[in-house]
């Protein structure tokens, strides 16, 4: 088992980056690969390394975003980039999303070269402060997250990648992933064929469809909330083309209140409520005031950093249901170290565990509360 004698306090963004503008000023041709969250800072990355001029196109494996365009530069589907990468001479293919070592297996599998092929891993990456600096000035809360995990796996998992998010050292990644078909249905759930399933962010229902064959389609309830109105129209389609039953669908955000927020649309399922004003702005309530009177046994949370937000509209649901929850914890480091805690300290009771399901990757991590 790790302990907090062995966490490293170590800088690493500084070097990763400065490998990174190495990499991208040797280049004559860039296809960037990703047009999400992830994709937007490896833009500005290379903005600012005055490289924007070299990038060809984006590519993206969501449908929904082929033909379409980003900061001006046409978005196209890996196919299209097959034919007409040219697997010569300087042109390079940077991965700018946190599912970069499948996009990676992707490429080879499509006969992509690997010396064509660059990772730029920046999707929790922030560099004011670094991981590093931040977390230093955190060690209480570090400790105090560290003492609510239930065993040995979660603390394993929690330092390993505390450790990778400061040095940006691949190695403590290595191990610590489950099946990423495990991911919200972990045997710490104990699921049942009577559940309740509270699913926010829904996306267009990747969740239900893995619940659904799990379960052979057999639960109480099932409530999907998907903030995008554009993902709610696919979502609704799939549940009226698949003809599940019991569900109930709300184009509502999850929050601590009801109010109106402003909303960066991606497009995709790393669509996210922002502090900047957009045009787009989404109706946001508490799962308190829409669920009230519903019964509810398992919550599950992949809502881009809105987590800390949504559980505190979920308070009263909490205190008189006991539901299991399933969180993700990855979207910012202040989630990664404050959400076991906010979990623990809605219900005492609670026994707090940590897994994570995206190899070679800090994304995709998911604290789970049981009683």
């Known amino acids: ?31 960037l690969f990703g047009s999400a969250r992830g994709g937007a800072k490896v833009y500005s990355f290379l903005e600012d390394i005055h490289k924007i001029d070299k990038i060809r196109y984006v590519v993206d494996n969501d449908r929904m975003k082929q033909g379409k365009y980003f900061h001006g530069i046409k978005i196209i589907s890996v196919e299209e980039l097959k034919k007409i990468f040219p697997q010569n001479g300087n042109a390079i293919i940077i ?17 992509f070269l690997e010396e064509y ?28 997250s560290y003492r ?3 065993d040995d796996k979660s603390r394993d998992v929690f330092i390993s990648l505390l450790n990778y998010k400061m040095t940006l050292d691949s190695s403590w990644l290595c191990g610590i992933s489950d099946n990423e078909h495990e991911q919200y249905f972990d045997d710490i759930m104990q699921l049942s064929v009577s559940e309740s399933f509270v699913d926010c962010g829904a996306y267009i229902g990747d969740t239900l469809e893995e619940y659904g064959e799990r379960m052979k389609r057999q639960w109480k309830n099932y409530y999907c909330f998907e903030a995008d109105t554009d993902i709610f129209v696919e979502l609704k389609k799939v ?9 109930e669908l709300y184009n509502i955000g999850c929050w601590d209140s009801e109010t109106t927020l402003y909303f960066d649309k991606q497009g995709s399922g790393s669509s996210s409520v922002t502090k900047e004003s957009m045009d787009i702005r989404i109706h946001a309530d508490a799962l308190d005031h829409i669920l009230e009177g519903k019964e509810v046994s398992i919550i599950k949370m992949d809502i881009e950093g809105a987590e800390q937000k949504a559980l505190a509209g979920v308070k009263k649901i909490i205190s008189r249901q006991h539901p299991k929850l399933a969180i993700s914890i ?3 480091l202040e989630d990664f170290i404050y959400l076991p805690c906010i979990m623990q300290e809605l219900d005492s009771k609670y026994r707090i565990y940590v897994r994570h399901y995206r190899e070679l990757t800090d994304s995709e991590t998911v604290c789970y509360a049981v009683i």
Request: aromatic letters at 14%; proline letters at 3%; one cysteine or more.
């Open 1 to 31: 088992m790790m302990t907090l004698q062995d966490v490293i306090y170590k800088d690493g963004v500084s070097e990763y980056l400065k490998k990174c503008e190495y990499i991208a000023k040797q280049a004559t041709d860039i296809y």
């Open 330 to 332: 990855y979207h910012s």
């Open 148 to 150: 609510v995990l239930a």
């Open 95 to 111: 991965i700018a999303s946190g599912s970069a070592n499948i996009i990676k297996k992707q490429l080879l599998d499509m006969r």
């Open 117 to 144: 092929i660059y990772p730029f891993v920046f999707t929790n990456l922030q560099t004011d402060p670094t991981p590093y600096q931040y977390f230093v000035t955190q060690k209480n809360q570090i400790e105090k």
């Open 239 to 247: 549940i009226s083309d698949c003809r599940y039953e019991s569900v």
